[in-house]
């Protein structure tokens, strides 16, 4: 099954000291995202990899979430919890994007499956970014 880790998320415990941190390790720049309901930044960078930027949930430590992008999420899903993963959020769609699930792995271990939506008519990924970057959403890991 072809899987690719796609997009990355930082859940801080104080998004303008990452944000301060980052910026000056490298270089990155922070763009608040038009996310109904919830502060999320994205993050931009050279070269420009996708990522994202959101308060962590009261008293949760800071944490990296890593999406994998899948082909089928459903079968992805299903496997996963067949192989031991914990589902924590199901499958959900993000309107215009695509659909994601977060799970934990065998060994607790938090990660996210990700499908793009498609274009009626098309393989391509619709997408709001540059041609082979993937815009993704957010969502909570506990």
């Known amino acids: 099954m072809p899987a690719l ?3 990355v998320e930082l859940h801080s415990s104080n998004t303008e000291k990452s944000k301060g941190f980052y910026g000056e390790l490298f270089g990155w ?3 608040k995202a038009p996310v109904p ?3 999320y930044y994205s993050i931009h960078g050279e070269p420009d990899q996708g990522g994202g930027l959101m308060p962590a949930e009261k008293d949760e430590p800071s ?3 890593a999406y994998v992008t899948v ?3 459903q079968t992805s899903l299903q496997r996963a919890e067949r192989l031991g993963a914990k589902t924590l959020m199901g499958i959900t769609p993000v309107p215009g994007h695509g659909t ?3 799970l934990k792995d065998p060994t607790g271990a938090p990660f996210a499956l990700w499908e793009e939506l498609k274009k009626l008519g098309s393989e391509r990924p619709a997408g709001l970014v540059p ?5 993704r959403a ?3 890991t506990a």
């Open 71 to 73: 082909p089928d999420i």
């Open 63 to 65: 944490s990296w979430l």
């Open 138 to 140: 957010t969502v909570r």
């Open 29 to 31: 720049r922070f763009e």
């Open 5 to 7: 880790f796609s997009y």
């Open 131 to 135: 041609a082979g970057q993937a815009h």
């Open 100 to 102: 994601m699930a977060v």
């Open 37 to 39: 309901d919830m502060i």
